[in-house]
C-alpha cells in the first residue's frame, strides 16, 4: 500500500526518512539520515534487505572519484556526489509502481542497475550500458546501501521465496559471470582459464561449471582462494608460477579455449590474451585505470579473439543468474565472508574488505 493510500485511511506510514551509506569523498562514507525516495511513476520502492559491497565501491572508497561525479551532474541522472552506494541488492517492494508495471507489493526482487536514455542506437537495441549516457545505480544515482532504494518496476527481477534473501544479493555479481562466459562461442566442452578467483572469478568457475566446460582452471595468488576454486568447481588451481605447466596438462598442450580475466591487475590482461590458444578467445572483465600493451603481432596471426564484459542486463544475465542460483546450480553462501550492519559499514565492512585477501564477499544488513 503506497504512503498516500496509508495516509488516506488514517494509517501511520513509513518514516520520511531512512539510513544511507553516503561517498562525500575518499575514505570519507557516511551513515546519514536522508529522505526515502519519491518513486517516480514507473519505479517501485524497495525495502532493501542486503546489499554486497562490491569491489567498485571499494575502489571508490579508496582511490576515488573514479566514476563518481564530483563536478558536473551525471548527464542521465543529474545527480554528483554525495551519493548513496551500493548496487549488489535484493529486498521486498513496499510501494509497486503506480503505472502498474512490475512486481506486486511484498515480492522479493533484485533491482536492475544499469540505466540509459531509452532513445540513442544502443538503448534501441536494448544494449543500455553501451549507452553514451549509462549510469549505473549506487555511482550515478542513489543505491542500495540504504534502507530503501527506487527503481524501475519493470525491470526489477523477481526472487522465488525459497532462495534466502543473503544469498539472493549475489545475483547481480552472478550476472556479471553470466554475461562474461555469454561472450564465449561453444562453451560445451571447451577448456576454461579463470585468472582472478575473487568473488567474480569464484561465480565464472560455478557458471561454467553448468554450462558444459571441459577443463576449468582457475588462477590465484591466494591459497585459500584457489581452495575455493577447487571446492566450486575448478579441476585446477594453481598458483601463478604454475599456471603454464597445469594448462600443459589440462589442454594438451594447445592453451585453453577461453580465458576470462577478473583480477584488473595491471599487466594480466595481457597474459591472459597470451595464454589462449591459437584462435581462443579472451574475456575481459577485471578492470583498472592504466593503459595495457599487447602483443598485436601475436594476436593478428594467431587470429585471437578479445572482447570486453560489464554490462549486464536485466533480463538476459540478471533474470538468468537468479534461476541458477534458486535452482541450486551456483551457490553464493560460501562466498560471503561476513554480515555486517549499516552503521558499521565503513569499520567492519569497507576497512575489513581492503585489509585481507581472504575477504571476499561483504553484506550490509539495512532491515530487520
Known amino acids: 500500500m503506497s504512503r498516500d ?11 520520511e526518512t531512512m539510513r544511507a ?3 562525500h569523498g575518499r575514505h570519507d562514507v557516511r551513515v546519514e539520515e536522508v529522505p526515502v525516495p519519491e518513486p517516480q511513476p514507473d519505479q517501485a ?13 571499494l575502489e571508490e572508497y579508496k582511490e576515488g572519484p573514479v566514476s563518481i561525479p564530483v563536478g558536473e551532474p551525471h548527464p542521465l541522472t543529474g545527480r554528483k556526489a554525495p551519493v548513496t552506494l551500493g548496487h549488489e541488492i535484493v529486498g521486498r517492494v513496499v510501494e509497486p509502481a503506480r ?7 511484498g515480492a522479493r526482487v533484485i533491482p536492475d542497475v544499469v540505466l ?6 544502443w538503448c534501441r537495441r536494448h544494449q543500455e550500458g553501451l549507452c553514451v549516457r549509462h549510469a549505473v545505480v549506487g555511482l550515478h544515482t542513489d543505491g542500495g546501501l540504504a534502507e530503501y532504494v527506487a527503481s524501475t518496476a519493470r525491470t526489477c527481477v523477481p526472487v522465488p521465496e525459497a532462495l534466502d534473501a543473503d544469498v539472493a544479493a549475489l545475483a ?24 582472478g578467483a575473487g568473488t567474480i572469478g569464484l561465480l565464472v568457475v560455478q557458471v561454467a561449471r553448468v554450462s558444459g566446460f571441459g577443463n576449468i582452471v582457475a588462477v590465484d595468488t591466494n591459497e585459500r582462494r584457489r581452495d575455493f576454486a577447487l571446492r566450486l ?3 585446477f588451481a594453481p598458483a601463478p608460477k604454475e599456471v603454464e605447466e597445469v594448462l600443459q596438462e589440462a589442454t594438451g598442450g594447445i592453451g585453453p579455449d577461453v580465458v576470462v580475466e577478473c583480477s584488473g591487475v595491471q599487466g594480466l590482461p595481457c597474459k591472459a590474451i597470451r595464454l589462449s590458444r591459437r584462435g581462443g578467445t579472451t574475456v575481459l572483465v577485471g578492470i583498472h585505470q592504466h593503459d595495457e600493451p599487447f602483443d598485436l603481432l601475436e594476436a593478428v596471426l594467431h587470429e585471437k579473439h578479445i572482447v570486453g564484459s560489464a554490462a549486464h542486463l536485466w ?43 581472504d575477504v571476499l564477499k561483504v553484506l550490509v544488513e539495512s532491515h530487520f
Open 5 to 15: 493510500a496509508m495516509a488516506e485511511r488514517g494509517m501511520s506510514s513509513m518514516s
Open 172 to 195: 547481480e555479481p552472478t550476472s556479471v559471470a553470466v554475461r562474461a562466459l555469454n561472450k564465449a562461442p561453444r562453451p560445451v566442452g571447451s577448456s576454461l582459464l579463470v585468472i
Open 233 to 235: 568447481g575448478a579441476d
Open 99 to 105: 503505472d502498474g508495471s512490475g512486481p506486486p507489493e
Open 116 to 121: 540509459g536514455c531509452g532513445e540513442c542506437y
Open 315 to 357: 533480463d538476459e544475465d540478471v533474470a538468468v543468474a537468479v534461476d541458477l542460483m534458486a535452482r541450486g546450480h551456483v551457490d553464493g553462501r560460501p562466498l560471503i565472508t561476513t554480515r555486517v550492519p549499516l552503521e558499521e559499514i565503513v569499520e567492519e565492512g569497507f576497512e575489513v574488505l581492503g585489509a585481507s585477501a
Open 21 to 23: 551509506a553516503r561517498w
Open 45 to 57: 520502492l524497495v525495502a532493501v534487505e542486503w546489499c554486497g559491497i562490491c569491489g567498485t565501491d
